[in-house]
Each structure stands twice: as C-alpha cells, then as structure tokens.
C-alpha cells in the first residue's frame, strides 16, 4: 500500500463488465472483464468482492507484491460472471497465502459443492491441491463476517435467484457499498417493493463509495423487468435518496461501448446537477483506484 496516504480503504477495479467478458477494441476504456474489485484496509488486510474474470489479473498482481497478507473472497451471488475467474487466481496454486471465499447471496444451498463443482472435472482440470488451498465458508445472512478492522454486512438485492448488496464498515462507520447486480424497479411501486427500496436506502445511508449496477439505459428498462439490473439514472436516484459521497457506475452491459458508457455518465451528473447535489459520478474501468 502507498505510505503516507490517509484513508480507510483503497479500492482497485480489476473487472467492471457485467454479464459476460466482453474484450475489444470497442470496451478498451472501460474494460471487458468480469466483475472483481480488490479492497485493502488500513490495517493493510485484503478482501476481494466477487471472482470474475478480473481476478485472474489480480492474483498474478499479488504474486508479484509478495506478501501474505490472506485474501478474503466476498461474492455477491454465484452467477458465472461473477465467479468465472476463480480457477485461475494465481494464489490458489501457492502455498504463500490463505486464500477464503463466501458468498453473501443468503442461500440455503451451501458454497462448498459449488466452488468444488468450479475447481473439478468436467469443468476444470484436476489440479493438485487447489481446492484444499481455498477455505469454504457458508454465511449466516443475519451476521457481519469480520476482516482484520472491518466489518462486511449484506443485504438481499433483487436479483433472479439470490444476491447480496454488501457494505464494508470500519471503526469510522460505513465506507463502501457494492451492489453488482440488483433492480431498484423505481417503475414498480407496488409496497413491497417500495418497502424494500425504503430499507436498502437506510442499509446505505450516508456511505461515501456507492458502487452499483448500471447495466442500462431507461429506456432499456421496460422490454428488462426481472431481469434483476437497473439503470445508471436509477442508480443514481438511489445515491441521490441515501446520501452517497460518489456513485461509481458498474456491470456495464456487454454491449455498450465506450462512448455509450461516457454517454450514460454525463445523463448521470446532469440528474445530480438539477438536483443541486454534490455528489460525485463516475463509471467503474480497468484499473481504476479511488479510496475511501
Ligand atoms: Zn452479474
Ligand atoms: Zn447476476
């Protein structure tokens, strides 16, 4: 970690695309891996939202660094772009750091047969050793999981299947929330709906890093309900109601190009400039590194 910087936490994007990697010269800005974000504390512990195929890259990064610092998996639920890149982080294959994954999507089914079905024939060479290197652990939905000084919290997005909107805390409180893949459906306003808005709203109050889906546009919305994704000015209406520091736009949809994704960013802080917010809006790329 770079001295002298005081922070509580250093986010790093390692894969920003939803749905499916998507590389070429058309998401060469934005990135074209899967979801995974790289988030180290202040007391320097390593923990990982989600195993896309942005991991891959992280892991030969932290063999390079050298250190053993654990690395501690967060996924948001069990889609595959969300856990594609698992069986090629580097560490896995070492002995020189603990490596643990959970999964917050609040499943009854537990983790280890999944993560053991992605390490295994068919869909994964037998490699010696791998899958007794990663530490499974299910997670009790009502309890926090505690890394080092932090403290990671979930709440059920809405999302087909199950999924998590997670929030890492520290002793300062709230620091960063990360909500890949979830609908916000402001066009539905039936009161349950509403009511799960109103508390994910208060699970999110005042945090100063939003991370969360914008897989598309409004006007994609309509021919997309249940699909389990929103659209970046729903984000944003949801960062605008729970007094967000800055919303970082994610999970681009496959099909968006770059400038498509500039495009979705300026309709974003044009909605925060009428409503004479000073929160700040940018999307997720590739190596981006912001800090909490
Ligand atoms: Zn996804
Ligand atoms: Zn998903």
């Known amino acids: ?18 749905t499916c990697p998507s590389p070429g010269p058309r998401t060469i800005r934005y990135g074209g891996n899967t979801p995974c974000v790289e988030v180290r504390a202040a007391d320097d512990s390593l923990l990982i939202l989600d195993a896309g195929t942005g991991i891959r890259a992280l892991g030969a ?18 889609h595959s772009d ?9 560490p896995l294959l070492s002995q020189a750091r603990a490596v643990d994954i959970c999964c917050g999507d609040g499943a009854s ?8 079905a992605l390490l295994s024939p068919p869909m994964f060479p037998t490699v010696d050793g791998i899958r007794r290197r990663l530490g499974v652990h299910d997670w ?36 960063l929330a990360y909500a890949p893949d979830n609908e916000l459906a402001y066009a539905d306003a039936t009161e349950a709906t509403a009511a799960w808005r109103v508390q994910l709203t208060s699970f999110l109050r005042d945090v100063p890093v939003l991370i969360h889906d914008a897989t598309y546009l409004d006007s994609e ?3 997309h309900v249940g699909w389990g994704h929103s659209s970046q000015l729903e984000a944003t209406r949801l960062a ?8 970082v736009l994610f999970h681009h949809h496959p099909d968006r190009d770059d400038d498509a994704v500039e495009r979705m960013v300026q309709e ?25």
């Open 82 to 90: 969300h856990v594609l890149g698992l069986s090629h982080f580097a």
């Open 109 to 116: 089914a537990s983790l280890r047969p999944f993560v053991d």
């Open 221 to 223: 919305l309509p021919k």
């Open 61 to 78: 990064q932290l063999m390079r660094d050298g250190d053993s610092e654990p690395a501690r998996i967060f996924l948001s639920h069990r």
């Open 268 to 292: 974003s802080r044009a909605m925060v400039t009428a409503a004479g917010s000073a929160l700040r809006v940018l999307a997720a790329w590739e190596g981006l590194t912001i800090t909490a």
């Open 1 to 18: 970690m770079p001295s002298g910087i005081p922070l509580r936490f250093r986010i790093r994007f390692w894969g920003t695309r939803g």
């Open 140 to 175: 009790e939905p009502a309890t926090a999981r505690a890394v080092g000084t932090s403290h990671v919290h979930r709440f059920a997005a809405q999302h087909p299947g199950e999924a998590a909107v997670l929030r890492i805390d520290d002793a300062h409180g709230p620091a």
């Open 240 to 247: 605008l109601a729970c007094g967000a520091g800055m919303l």
